[in-house]
């Protein structure tokens, strides 16, 4: 779903010492990534099974071409070539390896010139393969989970905080454009201090989720908020920074729970 990422994240700002333990045991913990996964899937795909989208794609007439996959790696945007490109060093002569010339020439567009008719039903195919499923995870983690939880921790966040940031990764991406993650960021900086600047994390979250709010609603294809108004914002609201279960929110309307 994410607009084209051009960087990654930075910051100069070190965690300070009292969160780097709680820090150690972030989002990247393996039961919390699951967690944060499913909460994704909710909002993207209206499931908690999220590694029943693997072989998802559609084009939901955004602008971003096709959409695919567990995170949602768009024609449009350059995530899905590399995804593709990624995937055929790792096993040339895939099913999906004959597409790249039009992945190419469609990036930065919605045109499905190259890939239809049968782009869809090879993608499908290609989910079936575990060295797909394997692409599809590397990719989702080099270019939103991992800067996104590297960030969180060196703001100070905690789990919360860094799923936080993860979620509008996925979504706007990482680019230089005014709603991109880094933007987005900036604008919360200006209204309060992340804790390894010595704020207050509910306030510095609810900031960012008010910047995050705004730059979702720049867009018609995201003007639904629900999914950080009645979820992110209700486990700030509780304090829940860890993102411990039992987790109930909804999206879209539809209630989801996590025991």
């Known amino acids: 779903m994410a607009l084209p ?30 967690i944060a996964m499913q909460i994704v899937s909710s909002a993207e795909n209206s499931s908690l099974d999220w590694k029943a989208q693997y072989k998802y794609i559609e084009d939901i007439k955004d602008g971003r071409g096709y959409t695919a996959g567990i995170i949602g790696f768009c024609s449009g945007t350059g995530d899905m070539l590399d995804l593709v490109e990624y995937y055929s060093r790792v096993k040339p002569g895939n099913v999906l390896e004959k597409y790249l010339p039009a992945l190419r020439k ?33 990719e989702r983690d080099r270019v939103y989970f991992d800067p996104a939880v590297k960030q ?32 987005i960021r900036k604008r919360a900086l200006a209204k309060a201090k992340p804790p390894a600047q010595g704020g207050d994390e509910k306030t510095y979250l609810n900031a960012f989720l008010d910047a995050r709010v705004w730059a979702m609603k720049q867009e018609e294809a995201h003007s639904d908020t629900s999914r950080v108004d009645t979820a992110q914002r209700v ?8 993102l411990d279960t039992p987790l109930d929110w ?9 025991g």
């Open 5 to 34: 990422v051009t960087a990654q994240a930075v910051s100069s700002s070190a965690p300070s010492p009292q969160v780097s333990a709680a820090a150690a045991t972030g989002l990247d913990d393996p039961v919390k990534k699951d």
């Open 106 to 138: 469609v990036n930065g567009t919605p045109s499905h010139k190259g890939l239809d008719p049968n782009f869809t039903k090879d993608w499908a195919k290609a989910a079936q393969d575990s060295a797909f499923r394997k692409a599809q995870d590397h």
């Open 152 to 183: 969180g921790k060196a703001d100070g966040l905690g789990t919360l905080g860094q799923f936080i940031y993860y979620d509008a990764i996925v979504m706007h991406g990482d680019g230089s454009d005014s709603t991109s993650f880094r933007n």
């Open 235 to 242: 486990w700030v609201r509780k304090g829940n920074v860890n």
């Open 250 to 258: 909804k999206v879209y309307g539809d209630p989801y729970h996590i």
